[in-house]
């Protein structure tokens, strides 16, 4: 199993891949319909709402994991 480049999320079937291409290495929740990677800005809010409206986190507790996760991720590494 493949997993996003940019958020980590496991990328099973074609629907979970940036522009359903199980070529990209980015997820749909990463990237443009096209399938292009969107900004960093971006994913990180996309990532934090999930975290607070979905795990139900502080956002302050939010943005420290999303932060510290997205340094990890190819995609962000500098």
């Given amino acids: 199993m493949l ?3 940019s958020c980590g999320m496991p990328m ?3 629907g979970d891949f940036g522009g359903g ?3 990209n290495r980015y997820c749909v929740h ?6 292009k990677l969107k900004s960093r800005t971006e994913v990180r ?7 607070v409206t979905v795990m139900k986190k502080p956002r ?3 943005e420290k994991f ?4 997205m340094s990890k991720m ?3 590494k500098k």
């Fill in 3 to 5: 997993t996003c480049e």
């Fill in 21 to 23: 291409d199980t070529k």
């Fill in 74 to 76: 190819p995609a962000w």
């Fill in 45 to 51: 809010e996309g990532m934090i709402n999930f975290y």
């Fill in 12 to 14: 099973e079937k074609p």
């Fill in 30 to 35: 990463c990237t443009t319909p096209e399938g």
């Fill in 66 to 69: 999303v932060d510290e996760s």
């Fill in 60 to 62: 302050e507790e939010a």
